[in-house]
């Protein structure tokens, strides 16, 4: 098997760096008006799976909220090329997700901006490998959990009790909440509570008609990879699985919109398996 050849990152990792762009679905992603007249906000949508998502809502009809770090606004500012290239309206929301008044304030900024906020999707997230649990500092396990965790709560609590009936809450999880690697301790554990904090607040959520899912993608190719895992792991990343690579962030995003849409209307408090054939328990 061929070995992915990739210039190492420092964190978070920028698209425009990568010598292997990833596929967002640009050229190949064809919508159907499924999301028209909606409007969703993304986190992590500057970039891998999160612009694909962007992309895709928005060539299915949806103004998109794009929240992501300072440092990636060059990837920000292309992901909302995309969408209004689409003809939808896109509002970028830089800052940093793990403060809940940044939080509080995008949810504001979206009804301010669209009147309305039809889809929340909670994909953003931080991981850093290690081979030992002493190499894990406390302020490093503190801040995966603010970021994959927290905000998700900061954002969902925001937002729900405004978002009307039809709504949708998704929540990005990982393979890694069920066969979890040592190397990613601290990203597997919050992965597993973004399970469990889906299951429980979708039953919350249908109170008022909006459904919470949780789609877990396997490895996927995105500048979150050369910016945090050791050359050898880059080197070989998804060659493991039953494809022998990677997907594409392309390759997520119908999950995104499905989950999104009346199509998947008695679908809440599940978790879509997209691990690339390593099936989920």
């Known amino acids: ?5 990739e ?5 978070p990792g920028l698209t425009n760096e990568m010598k292997n762009k990833p596929d967002h679905g640009e050229q190949s992603y064809q919508g159907h008006e ?16 999160g612009r694909a998502i962007a992309i895709a809502y928005a060539r299915e009809g949806a103004d998109v909220a794009i929240s992501y770090l300072a440092e990636e606004e060059e990837d920000a500012q292309e992901t909302a090329r995309w969408v209004r290239e689409a ?4 509002l970028l929301l830089p800052g940093d997700i793990t403060s809940e008044q940044h939080c509080r304030t995008m949810i504001e900024r979206a009804f301010s901006e669209f009147g309305r906020l039809d889809v929340l999707v909670n994909n953003a997230a931080y991981q850093m490998t290690h081979q030992k649990i002493e190499e894990f500092s406390s302020e490093e396990w503190d801040h995966t959990f ?19 009936q ?12 069920y066969q979890p690697n040592g190397m990613l301790l601290a990203y597997a554990t919050t992965k597993g509570a973004i399970v469990t904090f889906s299951k429980a607040l979708s039953e919350l959520a249908v109170k008022q008609g909006v459904r919470v899912n949780v789609v877990a993608p396997g490895p996927v190719w995105t500048p979150l990879i050369p910016s945090t895992m050791p050359k050898e792991k880059v080197e070989n990343f ?5 494809f022998e690579r990677p997907a594409q962030p392309a390759e997520l995003a119908p999950a995104y919109v499905f989950l999104a849409t009346p199509d998947s ?4 408090g599940s978790v879509m398996d997209l691990t690339g054939g390593k099936m989920l328990p």
């Open 34 to 49: 499924r999301l028209r007249g909606k409007a969703a906000l993304i986190t992590g949508g500057d970039s891998g799976i």
């Open 87 to 90: 003809g939808r309206r896109v």
């Open 146 to 164: 603010r970021t994959n965790i927290y905000a998700m709560f900061y954002l969902s609590k925001a937002a729900l009790p405004r978002m009307q």
């Open 1 to 5: 098997m061929q070995k992915i050849d």
């Open 7 to 11: 210039r190492r990152q420092e964190t």
């Open 166 to 177: 039809g709504g949708a809450i998704i929540n990005t999880a990982s393979v890694q909440a």
């Open 238 to 242: 998804g060659k493991n699985d039953m």
């Open 265 to 268: 209307s008695y679908v809440t």
